[in-house]
């Protein structure tokens, strides 16, 4: 058993940096965290995210699972066999010798591998970031919505030794699929607080460079346009905000944004909605950050956060515009109301509710007094999820299931 010494960790991830994505950052942030704590550190993913890991010059190692063939359906598709993937993992342990493994996704990442786990005797842990436990059946969200995937994961969960919970809501999901609340434990994820927190922004030259206008309230919303962050109702909220004649901008940055600035400029409202592709990270990668920091600088440059999200395992982006002191407007999907106390540190509105959320954004616009009020509510939530206190929680977890074992 090793107590205090440094540990041989396995971050188990399907999909993993360069590609840039909920899952792939927290486990980004972790791995760096603990290896700066000491500890040796392993990606290990699949064969063609390895490929472009290898390209970049990442400062921690990765190795590859076995390569798969093509298949271009999301969460109905071929997920791989527990036999093949545990005997290459098992060959791997051979060589490397992992103290603890982190599975991040119970399914299909923890499904697979597990039998290896168990046979090697090697103690693991698994986190949901969504997809293996959330559905939205409107967006055609989630491995559950397809019977043979929901049917394996409600019979793995409950015989799960460990499995942790990065919200209230992930929580609750986990239970509702049968699994022991005593191999729960609740961690939540983090934001590299003092580096946004900390970060000088000069606001004008920030909106000069994104062609913002310098009196006008900025609305920003940021992620993957997919569905489930619904982006597809900006237009129509920007509808409603423009009736009432106030001066506003609202910009949608991140993947496939494009189409919603489409959407606006077909109904008239190319002048209020804008769209901007992913900003930042284009730095080495021993250097990047998530996000980087002149996405900070975007969260510094605006003056609310509206996420009118569907579904969230736990919102990074959220943690992010907290540290940057920027007023939330949200909704009470799973994932977001865990962390937003609703008047408190943000504003949430019920999912779906566009008018909700457009006299939520009013009463801000008319209230500036209270914007500030929730901003610095907000910089207090974020202080208390810095990665560097959640990597050692994990740790610390780490230990506690090797000192059982033992």
């Given at each position: 058993?090793?107590?205090?010494?440094?540990?041989?960790?396995?971050?188990?991830?399907?999909?993993?940096?360069?590609?840039?994505?909920?899952?792939?950052?927290?486990?980004?942030?972790?791995?760096?965290?603990?290896?700066?704590?000491?500890?040796?550190?392993?990606l290990v993913t699949?064969?063609?995210?390895?490929?472009?890991?290898?390209?970049?010059?990442?400062?921690?190692?990765?190795?590859?699972?076995?390569?798969?063939?093509?298949?271009?359906?999301?969460?109905?598709?071929?997920?791989?066999?527990?036999?093949?993937?545990?005997?290459?993992?098992?060959?791997?342990?051979?060589?490397?010798?992992?103290?603890?493994?982190?599975?991040?996704?119970?399914?299909?990442?923890?499904?697979?591998?597990?039998?290896?786990?168990?046979?090697?005797?090697?103690?693991?842990?698994?986190?949901?970031?969504?997809?293996?436990?959330?559905?939205?059946?409107?967006?055609?969200?989630?491995?559950?919505?397809?019977?043979?995937?929901?049917?394996?994961?409600?019979?793995?969960?409950?015989?799960?030794?460990?499995?942790?919970?990065?919200?209230?809501?992930?929580?609750?999901?986990?239970?509702?699929?049968?699994?022991?609340?005593?191999?729960?434990?609740?961690?939540?994820?983090?934001?590299?607080?003092?580096?946004?927190?900390?970060?000088?922004?000069?606001?004008?030259?920030?909106?000069?460079?994104?062609?913002?206008?310098?009196?006008?309230?900025?609305?920003?919303?940021?992620?993957?346009?997919?569905?489930?962050?619904?982006?597809?109702?900006?237009?129509?909220?920007?509808?409603?905000?423009?009736?009432?004649?106030?001066?506003?901008?609202?910009?949608?940055?991140?993947?496939?944004?494009?189409?919603?600035?489409?959407?606006?400029?077909?109904?008239?409202?190319?002048?209020v909605v804008v769209?901007?592709?992913?900003?930042?990270?284009?730095?080495?990668?021993?250097?990047?950050?998530f996000p980087p920091?002149?996405?900070?600088?975007?969260?510094?440059?605006?003056?609310?956060?509206?996420?009118?999200?569907?579904?969230?395992?736990?919102?990074?982006?959220?943690?992010?515009?907290?540290?940057?002191?920027?007023?939330?407007?949200?909704?009470?999907?799973?994932?977001?109301?865990?962390?937003?106390?609703?008047?408190?540190?943000?504003?949430?509105?019920?999912?779906?509710?566009?008018?909700?959320?457009?006299?939520?954004?009013?009463?801000?616009?008319?209230?500036?007094?209270?914007?500030?009020?929730?901003?610095?509510?907000?910089?207090?939530?974020?202080?208390?999820?810095?990665?560097?206190?959640?990597?050692?929680?994990?740790?610390?977890?780490?230990?506690?299931?090797?000192?059982?074992?033992?």
């Amino acid at each position: 058993m090793k107590k205090n010494g440094p540990l041989r960790i396995a971050h188990v991830s399907f999909i993993a940096p360069p590609r840039v994505g909920g899952m792939q950052i927290v486990v980004d942030h972790l791995i760096r965290e603990q290896q700066a704590l000491g500890h040796d550190m392993t990606l290990v993913t699949r064969w063609r995210q390895w490929l472009a890991f290898r390209k970049e010059n990442y400062p921690y190692r990765a190795l590859p699972l076995l390569p798969r063939l093509p298949d271009k359906r999301k969460y109905d598709g071929d997920i791989g066999f527990p036999l093949v993937e545990s005997t290459v993992f098992s060959l791997m342990y051979l060589f490397n010798r992992f103290d603890f493994v982190h599975v991040h996704e119970i399914y299909p990442a923890g499904w697979l591998l597990a039998p290896a786990l168990r046979l090697l005797g090697i103690p693991f842990a698994m986190t949901s970031h969504g997809p293996d436990i959330n559905t939205v059946p409107e967006i055609n969200y989630g491995y559950r919505l397809y019977e043979k995937h929901d049917r394996r994961i409600r019979d793995f969960v409950p015989r799960a030794p460990c499995l942790t919970a990065i919200s209230p809501s992930v929580r609750e999901g986990l239970l509702a699929l049968g699994a022991d609340p005593a191999r729960i434990v609740s961690v939540p994820n983090g934001v590299d607080f003092e580096r946004i927190h900390g970060r000088l922004t000069d606001r004008r030259a920030v909106r000069d460079r994104l062609g913002w206008p310098q009196d006008t309230t900025v609305l920003a919303s940021i992620g993957r346009h997919d569905g489930r962050k619904g982006f597809q109702f900006i237009p129509e909220m920007a509808a409603a905000l423009a009736k009432s004649g106030r001066k506003f901008l609202w910009a949608v940055i991140g993947p496939e944004t494009g189409a919603i600035e489409d959407m606006a400029r077909t109904a008239g409202l190319g002048d209020v909605v804008v769209s901007h592709p992913p900003i930042g990270g284009t730095g080495a990668p021993r250097d990047r950050r998530f996000p980087p920091d002149e996405l900070v600088d975007v969260y510094k440059a605006a003056d609310m956060m509206v996420f009118p999200t569907l579904s969230e395992a736990a919102g990074l982006v959220i943690y992010e515009a907290m540290a940057a002191g920027l007023p939330i407007i949200s909704t009470l999907a799973t994932g977001v109301g865990d962390l937003i106390v609703d008047g408190v540190d943000g504003i949430l509105c019920p999912i779906g509710d566009r008018g909700a959320m457009v006299q939520a954004i009013e009463s801000l616009m008319d209230d500036p007094g209270r914007a500030r009020t929730l901003a610095a509510a907000e910089i207090e939530t974020a202080r208390k999820h810095a990665w560097s206190a959640i990597a050692a929680q994990y740790v610390d977890l780490y230990r506690d299931m090797l000192a059982k074992r033992d």
